[in-house]
Each structure stands twice: as structure tokens, then as C-alpha cells.
């Protein structure tokens, strides 16, 4: 008799052979098939069990003849003897037993593969292509700049891992973008705060790698961690990783450098809204402008090495393309100028930061190489005034506009923030701000209707922010709101003659041709500019510290000043003229907004064309601008 421990020990063993999987299950079966024609075999042939008229078979003829029974059922219809009837009719019950069984594990292993593939668990085998951990609004902006950018290359994929379901992904990517180009997106699900999860994604092979602000309250800990992971993985390439990081506070940045060092470039999303609307209201249309320099659809921003420019200077240097336009110079260390003086001399060392349709097109074709720039001085600064701010509506980046706000205005000034969302007591209480220049209150006003929009008088202010509610609502209601809010305040200023600046902030692109009838003076879509910073910083390692120049009160800024300060007005000129003149005033030139030209005319966003070719004709006219970067 065997002891108890030896059964269990044998039963033990038997289910964790069970727990193995099909391929177990088909094993045993395999196992007692074989066991049973054997037997079989065996006692036809050692009994002489045979069919009628036979003679005696060896064991291989009944190996063989039970096989063929177990196989199929309906082999034995033509058997004689009762027998040799018999012991097949037995072989050929198991037979049905053991195939009913192998039919239902490979069935349900089948099933059980298919599922697996659809929940995204397997590795990606791509090379040279571009990853997407985490997802949120802005992903499907982010995924259409990549495809654009990848026009001209072969066989470009998108790998995207997210905690989401695959089928989900793949379901939401198709509804809402209808052409993919010669792009494939591949979705993975995952943790991308997982090593082993991230390892799905090939990071190994990428080309480069976006990390988006998932849509939770710990966000920003997810990225850094992302981060750490990619970057510290014991099995990780040798090669530079090319890392684009969305983070949302300010003070998750220093953590995130020191984690991802000179591999990871930052964008400080609710930083870079703020930034964008408050010197929007500066300079309506900017945001256009913005658009112009981050979309891969026209001019974009290159570091490159120009050799032949050693010897020459800054001005020479801006003067040397034709169909560019130089605004900068990047050291050997990475240091990035943006505006420098013109006689400042060029050296073998430095690339050169500049604008150009694509980076074949960045030739050394200008005519006026040695040209002489005169020195007119610096534009006069304007000191600042107090000015009347509203702000309608609330969300997380409403306290660093109010801040970024405060950097412009001339001491009195007055902000007031009008909502209605919870606890806005304590979140506007908790607002810093140079009190000797900004005061700040608040009304607590319902900015979906008119009586309560009315009772602030929004048109005594010099300037008012529409701010989607797209922290307590979803991106659609949140633009409905703030659709009603400036549909109420255009009726207003239909009825009213005084004139004030309007900025407003959209969550979702497609609904920026509905805003338009609002005669609003810019248009901040968050998402979309969010998207575009995100997308071409995975392809440009400078352009973190382009923008953060561009965006700094204490660096060059875009502004668009009037025409009639660079040329002469109603008459014949180009283009080059006023890149000239923007040299003889401490500035370089971007690009013009024609006004009364438009997306029609081919002209860019509302007229505003970025990098116009330098010997093109053109007559400026009142209302005309140049945009340039200045201090």
C-alpha cells in the first residue's frame, strides 16, 4: 500500500503539471492515447485477436490498426469477429474521449492566445521608431504631427503603451484620426512605470521617446518614474536616448533633470499655456505664430553646423539665407542665444539656431553677405501701466498666469478672477503675486451666463482671459462653456464701442472654427500646443532651450510691431529690407502679418507667414506687422 504522503506528492506533482498550460494537457493526452493503443496493440497481437478469416497480426498491424480507431471512429464499421469488435469498439471510445478532449485544449488555448494579443502583452519588434507612454487628450495632436513628419521615411510606426486596453486605443485612434499616412500605430498595454512592462515597447531601437502627463492627481511622479526606468534600465542601450517629458509643476522639474540628465528635454505644459495667453494679450495672434514655428506641417526650428560662416558675425550671418531665416546661435556645451548682437563673431564651434522649410533647404544662398548693418540702437522700452485684467473661468493654470501677469503690469494694477468651481476661495487666496504691482480679487459668478457676466462690466478692462473649466469638466463641456462665455461677451461689445483685448483658451482644436465667430482676438488651444511642443522636441534636442528663452520675461520674446517702424508704407520692397532694419534695431526679423491676406491666399494663420523668402516683393500696409524676436 502506498502511504498517504506518497499519493500526495504524485497529486501534487500531477496539477502543477496541469497548471502548465495546454501544452501540459495535450502532453498527457498524448500520453494516455499512447498507453491505450499500445495496450491494445499488445492484446491482439499476444491473444490472436482478429477479424474473421485473418491470420495472426504482429504488434506493429495492431498498433497501427488501433491508432487508426482512435483516430477516427468510423474505421471500425467494417470490422468481422466479435473479438476483435470488441477490443476496438474500446480503443475507439477512448479514442473519441481523448480527440473530444484534445479539440476542447486546443480551443481553449487558442481562445486563450487570442486574448492575450488582444490585451497588447506581447514585445513590439520595430526599429527606428517612436514611443508614446502614457495617454490623454493631446495624444491624438501628437500622433497627427508625428505622421506628418514622417511622410518621407519608410515604414515609420508609433508604438503607444498605455494602462489602457489595446482594443480601446486602436478603437479611439480610428474614430478620431482618419489619415495615418504611411504610418503605423501599434498599441501596447502596460504600466509604463513597469521595467518589464516597458520593455514591451522597444525602447532599445527607438528613435526617440515621448512621456505625456497621464490623467491622474500623481502625474508627474508617473512621468519622472517612466523616466527613471528608461534611462537607468540595467539592460538599457549604450546609445543617447532622445526623451520628451510632459510635466505639470514647476517644482518636478530639477527632480526630473536629475533623473534623465542631458537625455531628456522638459515641457512644462501648464507653464507654457500661462506663458503663451499672458503675452498673447500682449500680442494678439501670437499664438499663431507659436503654431507656425512648432507644427511640422511648415517652417520649423534647426540647429545646425554652418562651417562657413567662421570669421563672419551675427549680422552677416542673418543676412547669408535667403530662403532661412537665423535666429540664434547654440555653443558646443548646448547653450543656446537667441537674439544676439549683431557684431557678435562666429566661430567653429557654433551652431547656428534658424528657421527653415526643412533642413535641405538651409543653403548659404543670400546676397548681401558682407553688407554693413547700421547700429540705430534698441526700439525705446515701453514702461509698463496699470492695467485691469479679467480673468473668467478657473483652472490649475490660472494661478501662474496670475503670477506670469503680474511680471508685465505697472504698479495699481488690478485681476480679477470671476468662477464658480469649488474651493476657489482658497486656491485664489493662495495665488503669489508681486503685490506692489497686481492686486487680486474675486466674484463668484456663474461664466455661463449673461446677467453674471454683465454685473462685472467686462468691458471697463483693458484685457480679459477666458479659461477652460477643463479641470472639473470633460474637454467638450469645457469648451462649450467657454463658447457661451465669449458668445455673451461679443453681443456685448456689439452694443458697446469701447475696445478691449480677448484671449481664450480652447481644450479641443476642432472646435477653435466655432470659436472664430466670437471676433475673439487670439485663440490658445492648450491641447494642440501642448501636442506640437511635445512632438517636435522628440525630434529637436535644442528646443527646450529655444523656447525657454523665447518664453522667459528676461530673454527675447516674439513680439509683431507695426510695419511703418522698419519700412516705408504703400511702397514696392522685400522682405529683406525689413529683416535689415530689425538688425539696425537690435532685433531679428521672423516673419510678417499681412493683414488683409489669409489662410486663402495661402498665407498662413490669419495672414501671419513665418520665414518669408528674403528677396520676395512685397508692399506693406497699414496695419501690417513684423515679427520679430527683441528684449
Request: glycine share 6%.
Amino acid at each position: 500500500m502506498f502511504r498517504p504522503e506518497f499519493i500526495a506528492r504524485i497529486r501534487y506533482e500531477f496539477d502543477k503539471t496541469m497548471a502548465a498550460g495546454p501544452i501540459a494537457l495535450i502532453g498527457w493526452l498524448g500520453l494516455i492515447s499512447l498507453a491505450i493503443i499500445t495496450v491494445a496493440g499488445a492484446v491482439v497481437s499476444l491473444f490472436s485477436i482478429v477479424p474473421e478469416g485473418d491470420e495472426d497480426i504482429s504488434f506493429i498491424e495492431g498498433f497501427w490498426a488501433s491508432l487508426m480507431r482512435t483516430l477516427d471512429s468510423g474505421t471500425m464499421g467494417g470490422d468481422e469477429g466479435w473479438g476483435f469488435r470488441i477490443v476496438m469498439l474500446l480503443v475507439t471510445l477512448a479514442g473519441i474521449f481523448v480527440v473530444s478532449a484534445l479539440i476542447g485544449v486546443l480551443s481553449t488555448g487558442l481562445d486563450s492566445k487570442l486574448e492575450e494579443l488582444s490585451k497588447g502583452k506581447s514585445k513590439v519588434l520595430e526599429k527606428n521608431h517612436t514611443i508614446i507612454f502614457n495617454w490623454s487628450e493631446s495624444i491624438f495632436d501628437v500622433i497627427r504631427e508625428i505622421v506628418i513628419a514622417n511622410e518621407s521615411s519608410r515604414k515609420p510606426r508609433i508604438v503607444i503603451m498605455a494602462d489602457m486596453d489595446k482594443v480601446a486605443m486602436e478603437e479611439e485612434i480610428a474614430d478620431k484620426i482618419k489619415d495615418l499616412k504611411n504610418t503605423r500605430v501599434i498599441c501596447r498595454s502596460g504600466d509604463p512605470t513597469v521595467l518589464f512592462d516597458i520593455g514591451l515597447a522597444s525602447p532599445e531601437t527607438c528613435r526617440s521617446v515621448i512621456i505625456m502627463s497621464p490623467e491622474t492627481d500623481d502625474a508627474d511622479p508617473q512621468v519622472i518614474k517612466t523616466i527613471l526606468a528608461l534611462v537607468n534600465d540595467p539592460d538599457r542601450r549604450p546609445d543617447k536616448f532622445q526623451i520628451a517629458a510632459e510635466l505639470r509643476e514647476a517644482e518636478s522639474v530639477d527632480l526630473a533633470r536629475v533623473v534623465g540628465g542631458n537625455e531628456v528635454q522638459i515641457v512644462l505644459a501648464d507653464d507654457l499655456i500661462a506663458r503663451v495667453m499672458v503675452q498673447s494679450t500682449r500680442e494678439p495672434g501670437l499664438s499663431a505664430v507659436f503654431v507656425e514655428l512648432l507644427d511640422f506641417d511648415g517652417c520649423e526650428i534647426y540647429v545646425v553646423e554652418q562651417p562657413k560662416l567662421s570669421g563672419k558675425s551675427f549680422g552677416e550671418a542673418v543676412m547669408a539665407y535667403d530662403t532661412s531665416s537665423v535666429i540664434g546661435v547654440c555653443s558646443a556645451e548646448g547653450v543656446v542665444s537667441l537674439n544676439p548682437p549683431s557684431n557678435l563673431p562666429i566661430t567653429e564651434d557654433m551652431s547656428m539656431v534658424l528657421i527653415a522649410e526643412d533642413d535641405s533647404t538651409i543653403l548659404l544662398d543670400g546676397k548681401a553677405t558682407n553688407v554693413a548693418i547700421p547700429s540705430l540702437g534698441k526700439a525705446a522700452a515701453v514702461l509698463p501701466k496699470p492695467e485691469r485684467t479679467l480673468i473668467l473661468g478657473w483652472n490649475r493654470r490660472a494661478p501662474i498666469i496670475a503670477s506670469e501677469l503680474s511680471r508685465y503690469v505697472g504698479p495699481g494694477s488690478l485681476l480679477t478672477i470671476a468662477a464658480d468651481v469649488p474651493e476657489i476661495e482658497q486656491a485664489v487666496a493662495d495665488i503669489v503675486v508681486d503685490s506692489k504691482n497686481q492686486k487680486i480679487e474675486l466674484k463668484k459668478v456663474n461664466t455661463g451666463r449673461w446677467a453674471d457676466i454683465s454685473s462685472l462690466d467686462p468691458l471697463s478692462y483693458d484685457q480679459v482671459l477666458v479659461l477652460a473649466h477643463n479641470d472639473h469638466m470633460s474637454a467638450q463641456a469645457a469648451d462649450t462653456r467657454t463658447l457661451v462665455s465669449l458668445l455673451h461677451l461679443r453681443k456685448m461689445k456689439e452694443t458697446d464701442d469701447r475696445n478691449i483685448s480677448i484671449v481664450s483658451e480652447m481644450v479641443d482644436v476642432r472646435n477653435r472654427t466655432l470659436a472664430s465667430v466670437t471676433n475673439v482676438n487670439d485663440f490658445v488651444v492648450s491641447n494642440k500646443l501642448v501636442s506640437l511642443m511635445l512632438a517636435q522636441a522628440s525630434e529637436n534636442e535644442h528646443l527646450e532651450a529655444i523656447f525657454t528663452d523665447l518664453l522667459d520675461d528676461g530673454g527675447s520674446e516674439i513680439s509683431m510691431r507695426p510695419a511703418e517702424n522698419y519700412v516705408t508704407l504703400g511702397q514696392d520692397t522685400t522682405y529683406q529690407e525689413a529683416v535689415q532694419a530689425a538688425l539696425a534695431r537690435g532685433e531679428v526679423a521672423i516673419g510678417h502679418h499681412i493683414l488683409n491676406q489669409t489662410e486663402a491666399d495661402g498665407i498662413g494663420q490669419s495672414g501671419i507667414i513665418i520665414n518669408p523668402i528674403k528677396s520676395t516683393a512685397v508692399r506693406y500696409n497699414a496695419g501690417d506687422r513684423i515679427i520679430v524676436l527683441a528684449e
